[in-house]
């Protein structure tokens, strides 16, 4: 997928959308919304995302589209790791948990076969891309 230069009015129009009908209108990838806390600003932020089921488990992953950077909700998560979760009809709290280990390298191969774009995504940003657990708090 190729992202528009104006990244921010885009996800705004995801987030407009995602609230009005539940995702329904965005096609076939299973999207969330991540809220965190700005490491910086206080200010809460709301980003769209793509997630994959694993179990109980709902995981994002930090590709950034392949940018080189990580993306700053995962920054902001890592700083402060309660964000708030949401999915077609719910709302809840959850903590953000970075994978690791055999988790990491098991879930990461497994969401690339599903997913080969993660695999670009990976080649372009020349770094570990980052997944990260939400682990429903309330």
């Known amino acids: 997928m190729t992202m528009p230069e104006d990244v921010l009015t885009y996800n705004r129009t995801l987030i407009e959308q995602f609230r009005a009908d539940g995702g329904e209108s965005l096609g076939n990838r299973p999207l969330l919304l991540l809220s965190t806390v700005g490491r910086r600003s206080g200010q809460e932020r709301t ?5 994959v089921r694993s179990g109980d488990r709902l995981l ?22 309660s964000v708030t979760v949401e999915l077609p ?9 970075p994978l690791s280990g055999d988790d990491y390298d098991r879930e990461w191969a497994a969401i690339k076969q599903e997913a080969p774009f993660f695999a670009e995504h990976e080649a372009r940003a020349g770094r570990r891309i980052p ?3 939400l682990i429903r708090t309330a």
């Open 60 to 81: 994002v992953i930090a590709s950034n589209n392949g940018a080189r950077e990580d993306p700053h909700w995962y920054r902001n998560l890592l700083a402060d790791p």
């Open 89 to 97: 009809g719910e709302r809840f709290t959850a903590r953000a948990e």
């Open 47 to 51: 980003s769209p995302m793509m997630y």
């Open 131 to 133: 997944i990260v657990a």
